[in-house]
C-alpha cells in the first residue's frame, strides 16, 4: 500500500525537478535576450547619431533618458542630436546636464564649448575649456581653443592653437580652412591663400575651402581660377565669387567679364550670376 505514495512522492520530486529545470533554462533565456538587446540598444544608438534624422534621434534619446536617467549615454546622445537637429539652445542645457553627472569626462566639456560657441556665447566657451585639464590634448579642444582666440584677435594664440590641433588629425583639411580665413579676416593673404591651398590637398571635397582660396586671391588682384580639381558647376560658382570681389575692388570691367564667364560656364541656368550681372549693368548702362 506504501507503492502508490512513493510513487505519488516520486512523481512530486520529479515535478520539482522539472520545474527548476524550466525555471533554470527560462532564467538563462532571459539573460540571453538581456545581452541580446544591449547589443541592440547599442547599435541603435550609434544609428542614431548618425545616419538618422537628427529629431528622430532626439525623441529616441529623450525616451531613453526617461527610462534610465542614470544612463550617462542616453543624456550624451540627446544632448549630440540636438545640436544634429540645429536645436543649439536645448543642446547647450543638454551638454550642462552631461557635464553634472558624477561619470563625466573631458570630452563632454568639450562638447559643451562646441555647443556655446555655436550658440554665439563665446565667453561661456572660454570659461568652459579653461577649467579643461591641460592634460587632454585632443584635436577637437584645440580646434575650439583656436576659433575662441580668433573670436579675440588673439592672433599669437590662434596660430599656436591652429598649429596643435594640425598636428593631432589625419584629416586636417577642414580646421586648414578655419585656420585660412583666420589669416584671411586678418588680410594676410598670402598665408589665407597657402592655407586653403593645403586644405584643398587633403580633401578636394572641401568647396568651402576653394571659395575661400578665390577670395584670398582676388584679395591680391589675381583673378584667376587657381589650378584645382574642380566640377563645371563649381567653377561657374568660383567665377561668379571672383567676379563679385573684383567688382567690390572697383575692378567692374573685370567683374562683368567674370560674370558672362560664369553665366556661360555653368551647366544650367545660373539665376544668382544673372541677376549679379543684370544690376550692374542697370548701375552702369
Not at 225 to 248: C, G, N, W, Y
Amino acid at each position: 500500500m506504501r507503492h502508490p505514495i512513493l510513487l505519488a512522492v516520486c512523481i512530486a520530486g520529479a515535478t520539482a525537478v522539472t520545474g527548476c529545470a524550466k525555471k533554470n533554462a527560462n532564467d538563462t533565456v532571459e539573460r540571453a535576450f538581456e545581452d541580446v538587446n544591449v547589443v541592440d540598444a547599442t547599435n541603435l544608438s550609434d544609428v542614431m547619431l548618425t545616419v538618422a534624422d537628427p529629431n528622430e534621434a532626439v525623441t529616441y534619446f529623450e525616451r531613453s533618458a526617461k527610462a534610465d536617467p542614470t544612463r550617462i549615454d542616453h543624456l550624451r546622445g540627446l544632448a549630440a542630436s540636438l545640436i544634429r537637429a540645429k536645436r543649439i539652445s536645448e543642446g547647450v542645457t543638454a551638454w550642462e546636464n552631461v557635464t553634472k553627472s558624477p561619470e563625466t569626462t573631458s570630452d563632454d566639456s568639450v562638447e559643451l564649448a562646441d555647443a556655446m560657441i555655436r550658440s554665439g556665447d563665446w565667453a561661456g566657451a572660454e570659461q568652459v575649456l579653461n577649467n579643461v585639464p591641460p592634460t587632454h590634448e585632443t584635436f577637437k579642444r584645440y580646434r575650439l581653443e583656436a576659433l575662441v582666440a580668433d573670436s579675440k584677435q588673439d592672433w599669437k594664440k590662434s596660430d599656436s592653437f591652429y598649429e596643435t590641433a594640425v598636428g593631432l588629425t589625419s584629416t586636417p583639411g577642414s580646421v586648414m580652412n578655419n585656420w585660412g580665413y583666420s589669416k584671411l579676416t586678418r588680410g594676410d593673404y598670402p598665408a589665407a591663400e597657402r592655407l586653403f591651398t593645403d586644405a584643398i590637398r587633403h580633401n578636394n571635397d572641401l568647396f568651402t575651402a576653394k571659395n575661400n582660396l578665390v577670395l584670398a586671391r582676388a584679395a591680391q588682384k589675381d583673378y584667376t581660377l587657381p589650378v584645382i580639381d574642380m566640377t563645371q558647376t563649381e567653377r561657374a560658382q568660383l567665377l561668379h565669387t571672383m567676379a563679385l570681389s573684383a567688382i567690390k575692388q572697383g575692378d567692374v570691367q573685370t567683374g562683368t567679364g567674370l560674370l558672362r564667364e560664369a553665366i556661360d560656364t555653368h551647366p544650367q541656368h545660373f539665376e544668382a550670376a544673372v541677376r549679379s550681372l543684370r544690376a550692374l549693368e542697370e548701375q552702369t548702362g
